[in-house]
Nanobody, 120 residues
């Protein structure tokens, strides 16, 4: 299972960005999908996640500003980010809990990071 993320970039404070991440490969089931981020000098933190039933969880600082969604038919998760703040600057990583046809086990898979930079 491979994850391909896109959509990062440089934006001014108050601006918006949309991240996308698609899972591909020999997939049987894609369960939870989500996004973590790691800011310079900080620990990695969960930003948002969404279950296969589209139930969601958000980190407190992004509630009301970020929206996570998914297209199950495309095995794709999106993170729409509004009202971006300099504190949102980080490398964002998508992840999924999925079952591949090869392993037939639930495993965690990670995409490459995508940089989000918010200037003040």
């Amino acid at each position: 299972v491979q994850l391909q993320a896109s959509g990062g970039g440089l934006v001014q404070a108050g601006g918006s960005l949309r991240l996308s991440c698609t899972a591909s490969g020999s997939i049987l089931v894609v369960d939870v999908m989500g996004w973590y981020r790691r800011a310079p000098g900080k620990e990695r933190e969960l930003v948002a996640r969404i279950g296969i039933d589209k139930s969601t969880n958000y980190e407190d600082s992004v509630k009301g500003r970020f929206t996570i969604s998914r297209d199950n038919a495309k095995n794709t998760v999106y993170l729409q980010m509004h009202s971006l703040e300099p504190e949102d600057t980080a490398v964002y990583y998508c992840y999924t809990l999925a079952i591949s046809r090869t392993t037939m086990e639930v495993r965690e898979y990670w995409g490459q990071g995508t940089q989000v930079t918010v200037s003040s």
